[in-house]
């Protein structure tokens, strides 16, 4: 293992720990991506080495730069790469495996066991999705992956309780961990500018789209008149499968409803800082996802932790975050609904502004450095006890 001591300026020595990440990443564009290097560069303040096997659909050239390090790459269709991703696994404390059906390859991404398999370091499984309604196979490849970790992550209560009623959790100890987010000052909207409600992230079937503009649509009595900016490159696998079509449908959309003058899609993967200055600028964020099941989502942590006022549907991390009051919660396809949400926060400042404050507090607690440091307690308990077992 990678384990050494180095000095800190006060001259008391401090482990490294080095830790290795199955996941895709960037310039992969991709949510999996982004939170694998947000929290390894967060890991990485608090002095952990961290690498990552990249996971990829179909072989392509390296990227030229990485803000991980990338060891070995795992390709999905190409099961020959497995012994060179276990192999740098092997070499590090740790390994951390994002998990999501879709990631790997085989039926239900069941490849994934196979790495696991060859795994001899500790390993810590981050659960993206937590089905409660799953295949049978579905839910057999869950159970394995639980059953072949040392350690499981979940991002919600929700995902917890669904993983003990429905899944076979045994004696692997399940911590729930907030997805992490940029946290950006609380700011408020300037006076007189036209409203911005904003959606952003990969687009594809099931985003809820069509709702929102729907609801939308029905603001234009307000002065000064709202605009809705949907921003994001349609999902790389929907292109694949399905070209544009959903994104061209939304559009068609817009026009039927001759809502032109108030929404705009911008069709571009923007970096940090344009994005955080985007979202800056909004005054209620909208997320009206189709899906009652989702239990994670970075769109939504990334809204309350920049202090935006929140409309979402009903799908489990919504409900349980935006509890306290950060947001207002609608039935899915409720375009009634989420129009009479987005008129009360654009039509009444302090029920926007009781909003932003609860926000605000909630902020602190989904910082990628304070979600870090619950990961970093995981690892550090997790190589103690290898050590203990070693020794």
């Not at 659909?57 to 497995?82: C, F, G, K, M, Q």
Request: aromatic fraction near 4%; glycine fraction near 8%.
């Amino acid at each position: 293992m990678g384990t050494h001591e180095e000095q800190g300026q006060t001259g008391v020595s401090r482990r490294v720990v080095s830790v290795g990440f199955v996941s895709t990443a960037l310039p992969t564009p991709c949510g999996i991506a982004t939170f694998t290097t947000a929290l390894a560069t967060a890991l990485e303040r608090g002095g952990v080495a961290c690498s990552v096997v990249r996971v990829l659909d179909t072989p392509e050239p390296a990227p030229t730069t990485s803000a991980v390090p990338i060891v070995a790459t795992l390709v999905a269709s190409d099961r020959s790469t497995i012994a060179s991703a276990v192999r740098a696994l092997n070499r590090r404390d740790v390994a951390v495996i994002q998990h999501e059906y879709g990631l790997y390859g085989g039926a239900d991404g069941e490849d994934v066991l196979d790495v696991m398999a060859g795994v001899r370091v500790p390993i810590i499984t981050i659960l993206h999705t937590v089905l409660p309604h799953p295949s049978d196979h579905q839910r057999w490849v869950l159970n394995e992956v639980v059953r072949r970790s040392d350690e499981v992550v979940v991002m919600s209560r929700t995902a917890r309780a669904t993983l003990s009623e429905v899944y076979e959790i045994g004696a692997t100890p399940i911590s729930v961990i907030a997805h992490g987010a940029m946290v950006m000052p609380a700011t408020t909207p300037a006076r007189g500018a036209r409203p911005l409600i904003l959606t952003w992230g990969l687009i594809g079937p099931g985003k809820g789209i069509e709702w929102a503009i729907d609801a939308v649509a029905t603001l234009r009595d307000l002065v000064p008149r709202p605009r809705y900016v949907v921003a994001g490159r349609t999902h790389p696998k929907v292109l694949a499968n399905s070209g544009d079509a959903y994104r061209r449908s939304l559009e068609r959309r817009v026009r039927e409803r001759h809502a032109g003058s108030m929404v705009e899609f911008d069709n571009s993967y923007r970096s940090l800082d344009s994005l955080e200055q985007l979202i800056a600028s909004a005054d209620v964020v909208i997320l009206p996802y189709d899906s009652r099941e989702q239990a994670t989502s970075g769109v939504l942590v990334d809204a309350v932790a920049a202090g935006r006022p929140v409309v979402a549907t009903a799908f489990p991390h919504a409900v349980e975050l935006l509890s306290s009051g950060a947001g207002l919660i609608v039935d899915q396809g409720d375009v009634a609904a989420m129009a009479f949400a987005l008129r009360r926060i654009l039509t009444e400042p302090a029920t926007a502004a009781a909003m932003r404050a609860e926000a605000a507090r909630l902020a602190p607690t989904l910082s990628w450095d304070a979600v870090a440091l619950r990961y970093r307690g995981l690892i550090d308990s997790l190589v103690d006890r290898e050590v203990a077992h070693v020794s």
